[in-house]
Nanobody, 124 residues
Framework: QVQLVESGGGSVQPGGSLRLACEQSRGTFLYYSIAWFRQAPGKGREGIAA???????FYADSVKGRFTLSQDYAKKTLYLQMNSLKPDDSATYYC??????????????????WGQGTQVTVSS
């Protein structure tokens, strides 16, 4: 069983920064994939970034160059550093975990475990 808890959301002005964290309560997996998704009101869920157990990363075009993933393997925590935030980045951000597969696939259906989400609001 894997439990995910997101934190770090909040309100920020355009151009500002936030760092989200996804703390994982889980056993040790040799291979895994973790991703961040976001969902704005009235829109579908969008996969924005993924990382594998070996540290490979993928970013959607909408966040490339502004968002950065990093992992603290000892703490089993994934971070999403978000810079140059825009109003369009406002959404609920979700962390998702896929055990036993190291893949940068961002399809929602392949992820087994999901967190409850953390809200990000970018507004002046």
């Amino acid at each position: 069983q894997v439990q995910l808890v997101e934190s770090g959301g909040g309100s920020v002005q355009p151009g500002g920064s936030l760092r989200l964290a996804c703390e994982q309560s889980r056993g040790t997996f040799l291979y895994y994939s973790i991703a961040w998704f976001r969902q704005a009101p009235g829109k579908g869920r969008e996969g924005i970034a993924a990382i594998t157990s070996s540290g490979q990363t993928f970013y959607a075009d909408s966040v490339k160059g502004r968002f950065t993933l990093s992992q603290d393997y000892a703490k089993k925590t994934l971070y999403l550093q978000m810079n140059s935030l825009k109003p369009d980045d406002s959404a609920t951000y979700y962390c998702a975990f896929r055990p036993n597969v190291a893949s940068l696939n961002l399809q929602e259906s392949v992820f087994t475990y999901w967190g409850q989400g953390t809200q990000v609001t970018v507004s002046s």
